[in-house]
């Protein structure tokens, strides 16, 4: 069975300081897709950020960027500069590129940025 | 990406009755989907709605519980039948994003039900 795993349910970090968040998946397929959800107190999920496992390189969106290790299965979402609106809930998420097109998340981070 | 929207925002309900959500994209789109987040918890997809077809449930999902409707390429309802307070929980639907963004989904703002 394909499974996300977010081993942090609680993570706190300083305004404008930098912290990383964590994602393990398991999964026997070669193509697949990896993103990072948002879902603020206000419960709106947005798209962060995505990852296509054939692209060695590593995704980037301003303050968000991803290291994305295929052998390890691993997942990280890294956010520089930290802002109060980064408050959320962070999810990741996998989707196969065959035979489904829903995606598979993970339990989630609750992420704090205090000023 | 499209904007999505649902109706109610929230309701309260009374065990044994039903709740129908509704979701509406502002664009045409393939397929949609309906989640469930339970308090505290990650989503869990109920069914896939495709356009002109019987929706697709998960595991855990039956249609008597969980009857879906698809008419046309922006609309979907879901509905919640025969409440019990487990049913507490925000549904969300989602639509997949455009052919150049495989796989991505953008969601509705949800609907919180509780179930008194």
């Known amino acids: 069975a394909q499974t996300v795993t977010q081993s942090q349910p609680e993570m706190s970090v300083q305004e404008a300081e930098t912290v990383t968040l964590s994602c393990t998946y398991d999964t026997s397929e070669n193509n697949y897709y990896l993103f990072w959800y948002k879902q603020p107190p206000s419960r709106q999920m947005i798209l962060v950020i995505r990852?296509?496992?054939?692209?060695?390189q590593n995704a980037t969106e301003n303050r968000f960027s991803v290291n994305f290790q295929k052998a390890a299965k691993s997942f990280s979402l890294k956010i520089s500069d930290s802002q109060l609106g980064d408050t959320a809930m962070y999810f990741c998420?996998?989707?196969?590129?065959?035979?489904?097109?829903?995606?598979?998340f993970g339990t989630g981070t609750r992420l704090q940025v205090f000023p | 990406s499209a904007v999505i929207s649902q109706k109610p925002s929230r309701d309260i309900c009374q065990r044994g009755t039903s709740l129908t959500i509704q979701c509406q994209v502002d664009?045409?789109?393939?397929?949609m989907f309906w989640y469930r987040q339970q308090p505290g918890q990650s989503l869990t997809l109920i069914a896939t709605?495709?356009?002109?077809?019987?929706?697709?449930?998960e595991s855990g999902f039956v249609i008597d519980k969980f009857p879906i409707s698809r008419p046309n390429l922006t609309f979907s309802t879901l509905t919640v039948s025969n409440l019990s307070p487990e049913d507490s929980s925000i549904y969300l639907c989602?639509?997949?994003?455009?052919?150049?963004?495989?796989?991505?989904?953008?969601f509705g703002p949800g609907t919180r039900l509780t179930v008194t």
């Open positions: 998420a996998f989707s196969p590129t065959y035979n489904t097109d829903k995606l598979i």
């Open positions: 990852q296509e496992a054939y692209k060695q």
């Open positions: 709605a495709n356009q002109g077809s019987e929706a697709t449930y």
């Open positions: 664009s045409q789109v393939t397929m």
């Open positions: 989602s639509v997949e994003g455009s052919l150049d963004r495989p796989r991505e989904q953008y």
